[in-house]
């Protein structure tokens, strides 16, 4: 079947010739190598060696300091008052010292709740690729003269600013925002740990989407515990990686495998349950691979207990996905020496001589014998390593301990950034219109609102080639409202391309693809699929610049379309938009007109802030005055739809056409009804509604949303706590019923709020 | 689970219908045993302890201090720690009908079983919820128009929902009453503003002129004071019996010459009876002569009393009240005079009960140490009359022919003349007159 890039016909006829699938064979424990095979082959120096121990030891003495430092016996700071979680990894350290020395330093990495060993271990790593300048960057006040007091200084600011993390400083990575689970450093491409099981996972399948699409080469190690492989947005993320339409004809040049690394952390323990033998019925986690991926990613069970077993598990699949071959799923086998946390005393789950067992192949014990026996050092030169370890660490201790704390006045600081993508920078690559831009039809300037949006993202994405469009039927169909026809043509399918239905994923992977350089806009068809999305949105588009303490913007677009007032029942007509105006670090924008959409989405897409883009089916169809210029409407300032001076109708959405057709009947009464469509919940223009309730001293707020727990409340009560006295009756709020969309189209009538229930509420104010 | 044990506003006295807790003496959690104080209540007369009948912990207070509820209301409870507490709202007392209210306020439908408005598109109007008792019900918005124009708002009529006064009908006030001629200085205004007085009624006083800083001094001097309590009371009472019961007024003059003389004579004895020992005994001797006076009448009947509970009219620095000698028909002068001397000590004291403010068949008001001529009282209500005594002074009077000086006191009995008639009134003060003349019958008494 002919095919004419990028389009797409199916042709896929019945055959139904007997056949048996062949999922393949995944090996386990191909490792068998020593250290002296690693060296005479000049894959390692003795030095590299060195360092591998050091790097191990470092995880090791640091994760020794919480246990101790929390019952207040740690000597170098002893009684100090540690406040925070206790998820040490102990027993792991050679899945994070082999995976990312097996790692090229601008790789990316994304962590777990217990993720201190990877965080440290990709920092240790990178630093100790730098070249001096590089090192002066991260030690700016370091008066070494040598580059080994260098390094060293660079070695201790890493441990510091990780122990002063989790001590809560302004000194700490994330400032003391996010502490031990949310820690990430991305100068070094640690893109952050994740208090969420399985949450980290679709934001380094969406941070190697980017790599692929920017071509960089780099390819991202997604850490994860074996208890996340049992999460559904984990099981997404694995569907979404291995998508046929990255590596075949679909891809047109860029065929190339999402450069990921699924890197499963096994220790056996989802926190307390078996994975082994109790809540999956795999008895090796690497099989997962093969229900994702012919290939079956490449998967391996490796020894988690060698660290060179790891490190060239690691290498070997990083190459795979520089080539272009991933993904790859690793199955390493390792074991926590400690519980969940420190208060799980492990007795009720597992055996002493289990843990025993373990413990015989400490990782650590076993590069140290393989270093003695071959003479690379002596007893007493290791013992020398063990003692700068522990006095570095005790050294960045007691610093992190006496550090600054932030200033309780900057609690909300780096809620949002002011920033937005104005200038773009210089080394953007152009965009390329692969057949030509769709035509957008103007009848007397007027467009629909459904063309104002495409209007937007044609002139954003012709704009800058870091916008990508994605989500469920958006490319060859022109999603469900048809909203991006012809954006397909217009850009390839690398920037406008069909995604599985896998909300959470693909809003997961938006912040690991903004993380990562992109300014994704992704579609999630109906709002009410926002909640199958719900973590992805609120705890990790949301939350990342604040949890960073502003080291990462997260510019991201999800449009969401609500589909009340269709008879589309109750999972396909909810206006949501005031969940998430609940959530800080979202902004929530929700334009009533062609005009605005075209204007506000212009401004979504350039924002560095996560925007919850609403869009109204109502609307799609209408048609207003729309320049085909290229204009802005800043975010979060209301506009008055019309002037008035008795009454102050605010509203937003489909929900302002009915409060201008209630100023109108109002006006035929004599009554000067003024209506301000707020546009944007968040940020929220409260000012423009103040001077409005100060002028007419009533006031009604509208929208779609169900009365119980509407952002119409919020506004309400803005305005009685700012204008109390400027209040001439109670403030009214007009919703839709305190119930669930009905499918039938009366009782979807009688359940909408329309122009007569404002009448109604503004009469009984005025 | 045991329930709690219920503690009641008590009822001290016949009359008293509510009270008003002023203070808990104990909080919720606090062991208590009995006899001890729990509270303290104000009635209209008087302000109380109240003691425990029980013993446990304080579990709940329902009753706030300042809140006033009928007597036997539930007010809180004790019990053992864990016992249950029943759910009971708190009492009110009965709201008094506002001058000019047409019927019952509204009452809000409250929407839905779980208060959350499951059916209303919108909200319950809080327009239908009547303000409470003494609230004036005005949007913020009038309110703060009002405190800009420096006026008092409580007189202007409302037109919103449920009659809260809303910013036009202020402004429709402000141009009835001519507030845009108002002329007033910026230091008045200012000065009137902080000492939340009303521009208007400043100006009323002075039409004309510029309002200045002398004319709002003026007007805070003569600002209205609030009523106490017992005013309020006392001002209700009388204005009660002097609107509803016709009274009749009779007058006397006794000579006291030989009860005086007695008295001196007395009290260097070291019996210390003061004349109005001598004046309450003769009254209820003349009482027991003219039982007609020592009756009550609702309009519909008469009722005569078997027992004089003899009121003695005692002032004080914030009004008047009048302490109950109960049972006074068969005391002797003595046991009066220890009577009388006890419950007026009471009354200075603010420790009369309620029993003993209350029940009086008959009121003695003495004013002689006040060195008046004459005066008449108005009736105690519940009570057909009532004796005003002035001063006792020297008087040349005629004696067998001559001109000679009498200590001579006026007495004057006001009467509920529904009941009383002019002769029995004069039958009876003459009856008082001629005991406290009669020497005889004193010197027999001590």
Redesign the interface.
């Known amino acids: 079947m002919a095919m004419k890039y990028p389009n797409y016909l199916s042709d896929t006829r019945p055959d139904v010739t007997p056949f048996e699938i062949d999922c393949g064979k995944i090996p386990a424990y191909v490792y068998r190598d020593s250290l002296k095979g690693e060296i005479d082959s000049g894959r390692l120096t003795a030095a590299d060696a060195i360092a591998l121990l050091e790097d191990m030891l470092i995880i090791r003495e640091l994760e020794q300091m919480i246990v101790t430092v929390r019952s207040g016996m740690y000597d170098p700071i002893k009684n100090f008052d540690y406040r925070g979680p206790t998820h040490v990894s102990i027993g792991q350290e050679a899945t994070s010292v082999g995976a990312c020395s097996g790692l090229a330093a601008t790789d990316k990495i994304t962590t777990t709740h217990r993720g201190h060993g990877d965080s440290l271990a990709k920092g240790t790593v990178v630093i100790r690729t730098l070249d001096d300048e590089e090192l002066r960057k991260r030690v700016p006040l370091s008066k070494a003269q040598t580059r080994e007091a260098l390094l060293e200084d660079a070695l201790e600011e890493h441990v510091y600013r990780t122990i002063a993390e989790l001590f809560g400083k302004e000194d700490g990575y994330c400032k003391g925002r996010g502490g031990g689970m949310h820690i990430a450093d991305f100068s070094v491409g640690h893109l952050g740990a994740n208090a969420i099981v399985g949450g980290g996972v679709p934001i380094a399948t969406g941070a190697a989407l980017a790599q692929r699409y920017l071509k960089s080469g780099a390819a991202t190690c997604c850490f994860a515990g074996d208890g996340a492989y049992a999460n559904g947005v984990v099981l997404e993320s694995l569907n979404f990686a291995a998508q046929h339409q990255f590596t075949n004809e679909l891809a047109g040049e860029l065929k190339f495998g999402l450069p990921i690394i699924f890197f499963i952390t096994n220790n056996h323990y989802g926190m307390t349950h078996r994975s082994n033998d109790e809540v999956m019925g795999v008895s090796n986690l690497a099989r997962r691979a093969a229900g994702f991926s012919d290939d079956n990613m490449h998967a391996e069970v490796v020894n988690g207990m060698d660290v060179l077993a790891v490190r060239d598990a690691v290498m070997r699949a990083s190459e795979k996905c520089r080539n272009g071959e991933g993904p790859c799923l690793l199955d390493v086998s390792t074991y926590r020496y400690y519980g969940h946390s420190l208060s799980d005393p492990r007795n009720e789950y597992r055996t002493r001589e289990e843990e025993a067992s373990w413990k015989e192949t400490d990782p650590i014990e076993r590069l140290k014998t393989q270093i003695l026996d071959l003479g690379i050092a002596s007893q007493s030169d290791l013992e020398a390593v063990e003692e700068r370890v522990r006095q570095r660490n005790a050294r960045a201790g007691v610093r992190a301990a006496k550090a600054a704390d932030p200033l309780a006045e900057d609690v909300i600081k780096y809620m949002y950034t002011d920033s937005t993508s104005e200038e773009l920078p210089s080394r953007t690559p152009s965009t390329q219109i692969i057949i030509a831009l769709p035509e957008i039809k103007r009848k007397d300037g007027k467009l629909t609102y459904r063309d104002a949006i495409k209007e937007a993202l044609v002139e954003e994405m012709a704009r800058d080639s870091r916008v990508i469009l994605y989500g469920e039927d958006v490319a060859d169909y022109g999603g469900a409202f048809k909203g991006t026809k012809g954006l397909l043509e217009a850009f390839g399918r690398d920037r406008v391309f069909n995604t599985p239905i896998s909300e959470a994923c693909i809003c997961g992977s938006a912040v690991g693809a903004a993380m990562a350089g992109l300014r994704p806009v992704v579609e999630l068809m109906y709002m009410d699929f926002s909640l199958m999305a719900s973590d992805q949105i609120s705890n990790q588009a949301a939350k990342w610049h604040y949890m960073s303490g502003a080291q990462i913007e997260v510019p991201l677009v999800v449009r969401a379309s609500v589909g009340g007032g269709k008879g589309y029942g109750g999972q396909h007509s909810q206006t949501l938009e005031s969940i998430f105006a609940h959530i800080p670090g979202m902004y929530v924008v929700y334009p009533a007109t062609p005009y605005d959409a075209k204007g506000l989405l212009k401004s979504a897409i350039r924002d560095n802030n996560p925007v919850m883009f609403v869009e109204s089916q109502l609307l799609y169809g209408v048609s207003d005055t729309v320049p085909s210029d290229d204009y802005l409407i800043p975010l979060g300032v209301a506009d008055i739809k019309r002037e008035g001076s008795d009454i102050t109708l605010v509203t937003w959405g489909p929900a302002v056409r009915d409060a201008l057709k209630a100023a109108e009947e109002l006006a035929a009464e004599g009554v000067s009804a003024e209506v301000i469509d707020l546009r944007c919940l968040v940020p929220l223009d409260i000012q423009t509604v103040l001077r409005s309730v100060q002028k007419t001293g009533k006031c009604v707020v509208v929208s779609q949303a169900i009365h119980i727990g509407s952002f119409t409340g919020e506004v309400a009560s803005t305005i009685q706590e700012q204008a109390f006295d400027y209040l001439d009756a109670p403030i009214r709020r007009v919703g839709a019923k305190n119930g669930i969309a009905p499918q039938s189209h009366i009782l979807e009538a009688a359940f909408l709020p329309n122009a007569a229930d404002i009448l109604q509420a503004a009469r009984e104010i005025l | 689970m045991p329930e709690a044990q219920s503690i009641q506003m008590p009822k001290f006295g016949q009359t008293v219908e509510e009270s008003t807790v002023v203070a808990w003496r104990k909080k919720e959690g606090d062991q208590v045993a009995k006899g001890e104080v729990l509270f303290e209540i104000e009635t209209d007369k008087a302000t109380l302890e109240v003691e425990s009948f029980l013993e446990g912990t304080l579990l709940k207070i329902l009753v706030k201090e300042g809140q006033t509820v009928p007597v036997q209301s539930v007010v809180g409870f004790i019990g053992k720690p864990g016992d249950s507490v029943p759910e009971v709202k708190a009492p009110v007392a009965a709201p008094k009908p506002a001058v000019g209210s047409a019927g019952p306020p509204k009452q809000a439908s409250v929407p839905g079983p779980t208060g ?8 319950a ?3 239908g919820v009547p303000a409470p008792p003494g609230r004036l019900k005005i ?6 128009l009002a405190k800009e124009k420096v006026i008092d708002p409580s007189g202007i009529s409302g037109s ?2 449920g009659g ?1 006064i ?2 036009k009908d202020v402004i429709s006030y402000l141009a009835s009453r001519g507030y845009d001629r108002l002329r007033i200085t910026l230091a008045a205004r200012n000065l009137a503003a902080a000492q939340h007085l009303d521009v208007l009624a400043i100006a009323g006083s002075r039409s004309g002129s510029r309002i200045t800083v002398a004319d709002v001094r003026t007007a805070m001097a003569e600002r209205p004071k609030a009523m106490s309590k017992m005013r309020k009371v006392i001002a209700q009472r009388l204005t009660h019996s002097f609107t509803t019961t016709p009274h009749i007024f009779v007058t006397v003059s006794t000579d006291m010459t030989e009860l005086m003389g007695l008295r001196v004579k007395l009290k260097k004895k070291g019996v210390p009876y003061t004349v109005t020992d001598f004046i309450v005994k003769a009254v209820i001797m003349s009482l027991k002569e003219f039982p007609g006076v020592n009756s009550s009448t609702d309009g519909e009947s008469v009722r005569w009393r078997a027992n004089v509970h003899m009121g003695v009219a005692t002032s004080l620095e914030e009004g008047l009240v009048v302490p109950v000698v109960r049972l006074a028909d068969d005391m002797t002068i003595a046991e009066l005079h220890d009577r009388i001397v006890e419950v007026v000590r009471k009354a200075r004291e603010g420790k009369l009960l309620p029993d003993e403010m209350s029940g009086s068949t008959f009121t003695i008001s003495n004013m002689g140490m006040m060195n008046v001529e004459n005066f008449s009282a108005i009736i105690n209500p519940g009570e057909s009359a009532i004796l005003a005594v002035a001063s006792t002074t020297s008087a040349p009077v005629v004696r067998d022919g001559k001109i000679v000086v009498r200590s001579i006191m006026k007495m004057t009995l006001s009467a509920d003349h529904r009941i009383v008639d002019g002769a029995m009134a004069a039958g009876f003060v003459n009856a008082i007159k001629n005991r406290l003349e009669d020497i005889g019958l004193w010197k027999s008494m001590t």
């Open positions: 959350v408005g499951l059916s209303a598109p919108s909200a109007v809080s327009a949007s913020p918005r009038a309110a703060r919103g929902p809260r809303v910013e």
